[in-house]
């Protein structure tokens, strides 16, 4: 197998196993609320639903279901609306927009009947109203106008300011997500809000970089598929809206929201001037990629993406595909997970986003890796003359939620680079680590790749181990005998003592 299509399905499953597992908790958490709506499946009108109203299924007859090899009809199986977002936004904008944005729910059945086509531009829309998955009009949306109160829509709360926050100083957090024992499982937790989008010290560098590959690989880095405009416009509105929050003393949008001002990298910029990708790309260094539901099958196809963080594959090679298309290298997706994967991204809520970090060990820092980079490479051989202070963890750290408006699915990742020799002062970090590197699954660890700098990294966590067990960092287990056990950290996905580590690092 080449190592780009490695790299390829490595990601992909990921993305892939996240989901599987994400449907199963989904369903087993929201059970009462699904009881509570089958009764109101009918053809009768609907009451305005909330953040916690269940997938709807506006056609019991057309209900999804699994049926031997036959792929389940989700044309009827959409998210959950947001419409109740509606009477809260109608206070706050004039009287000719709140008259469009006070008007009741269509008949049960309009999200099938007047579906906004998932492949045509927005723009050329005409006067009869079209919906979005979660059952917005197009009258509605355009009537909400430029940068609407996405916390609102979403029912994710916009994030604290970030008082503490130092450009010249600032680290990403710790991240370690390393388990034992080690499976191919994905583990996930409910998104910070707060930490949706991280800036860090090398914020400006990263930006320039990013720029340059762009330069360099145009269509493979980003592009954009007809249909995507409105979940494009709505993504970069949402991250310039967080950033303004997040980060009021840097970032802040022109009263006419024409306008975005960036203080770290000294730039303005004209938003009608940009595509909305161009404009995430210049300002935010992290990676996206929007999947969009298709009305016809009720299946989700990746329609616009900006991503510079690749190794082995990129936006060129995977654009337009239905998700069993991009998955199809992956062993048995089909037949163990692709039901529960689409199952999942045709009722996934806009208030509940997830996050979840992958890792591996790389030689340097690479960012984008297309098929035949030099640095390809390094991971066929051991090279004899490397040096741990040339060994790095990178984690990808991810993020999956649903935009509000379009219902697009947008996942979006960055790529966290980090000297192995930092494990030296994290408690149990190198035996968990060096656990995983010398007993985790033989198929397991061919898939990880890491074979490439396990020969300097496995004695060094040795090493490590042994500096920590001698100052008593290890600590006893329950039984009081062998020491610690090593397991997963409760802290997971970070370690012990690890805010003091980051603070300090950042003079606070």
């Known amino acids: 197998m080449g190592f780009a299509t490695l790299m390829s399905e490595r990601w992909l499953f990921g993305l892939g196993a996240v989901f599987v597992l994400s449907s199963i908790i989904t369903l087993i958490l929201n059970k009462q609320q699904r009881e509570a709506a089958l009764g109101r499946l009918g053809f009768r ?9 269940p997938p709807r299924s ?42 469009v944005l006070a008007v009741e729910e269509p008949a049960s ?9 998932f492949a045509q531009s927005f723009a050329l829309q005409n006067d009869t109203p079209k919906y979005t998955p979660t059952g917005f009009s197009t009258a ?53 809000s ?23 690989y145009g269509k493979m880095i980003l592009q954009y598929l007809p249909g995507s405009e409105l979940a494009c416009k709505e993504l970069m509105e949402m991250c310039l809206q967080f950033y303004c929050a997040r980060f009021p003393k840097y970032f802040s949008i022109s009263a006419d929201k024409k306008t975005f001002c960036n203080g770290l990298l000294k730039e303005d910029t004209d938003l009608t001037s940009l595509h909305p990708l161009v404009v995430l790309l210049n300002n935010v260094p992290e990676d996206f990629a929007i999947v969009l539901r298709n009305e016809e099958n009720g299946m989700y196809y990746f329609r616009a993406g900006v991503i510079c963080s690749s190794l082995g594959w990129n936006v060129g090679t995977k654009i337009g595909m239905e998700l069993d298309e991009i998955h199809q290298p992956i062993p048995d997706y089909k037949e163990k997970m692709s039901f529960s994967m689409d199952r999942y991204f045709s009722k996934m809520p806009t208030n509940t986003p997830i996050q979840r970090g992958s890792w591996g060990l790389e030689v340097g820092t690479p960012l984008f890796m297309p098929p035949g980079d030099p640095h390809e490479k390094l ?33 979006n990742f960055t790529a966290l680079f980090t000297p192995v020799q930092e494990f030296r002062d994290e408690r149990y970090v190198p035996s968990i680590v060096k656990k995983i590197l010398t007993e985790g699954k033989k198929s397991l660890m061919e898939y990880k790749n890491t074979w490439h700098v ?28 062998m020491g610690w056990k090593v ?12 805010e003091d580590k980051w603070h300090r690092q950042q003079g606070y």
């Open 58 to 99: 506006v056609s019991p007859k057309k209900d999804a279901k699994q049926s031997g090899p036959t792929k389940p009809d989700y044309t009827a199986q959409f998210p959950p609306s947001r419409r109740s977002a509606l009477t809260e936004l109608a206070k706050k904008v004039t009287d000719a927009s709140g008259k």
């Open 109 to 117: 059945d309009f999200l099938l009947k007047d579906s906004l086509p």
């Open 454 to 481: 396990e020969h300097v990294v496995i004695p060094k966590l040795e090493a490590y181990e042994q500096e920590q067990m001698a100052k008593g960092w290890m600590g006893p287990e329950s039984e009081g005998e």
């Open 487 to 498: 397991a997963t950290l409760e802290e997971y996905p970070y370690f012990p003592g690890w």
């Open 45 to 53: 009108r609907r009451r305005a639903s909330g953040a916690s109203t």
């Open 194 to 216: 707060d930490w949706w989008l991280e800036i860090d010290k090398d914020y400006v560098a990263t930006i320039e970089k990013r720029k340059g590959i762009y330069k360099k």
């Open 379 to 411: 991971r066929g051989f051991q090279k004899e003359d490397l040096k741990i202070e040339d060994c790095y963890l990178r984690v990808d750290w991810q993020t999956l939620r649903r935009l509000p408006l379009s219902a697009g699915i947008v996942f």
């Open 140 to 192: 509605e949306v355009k009537a909400m106008g430029d940068f609407p109160e996405y916390d609102v829509l979403s029912g994710v709360p916009l994030p604290k300011e970030y008082k503490e926050f130092n450009p010249a100083t600032a680290l990403p957090r710790p991240y370690r997500p390393f388990r034992w024992a080690y499976h191919q499982t994905m583990s996930f937790n409910k998104m910070e």
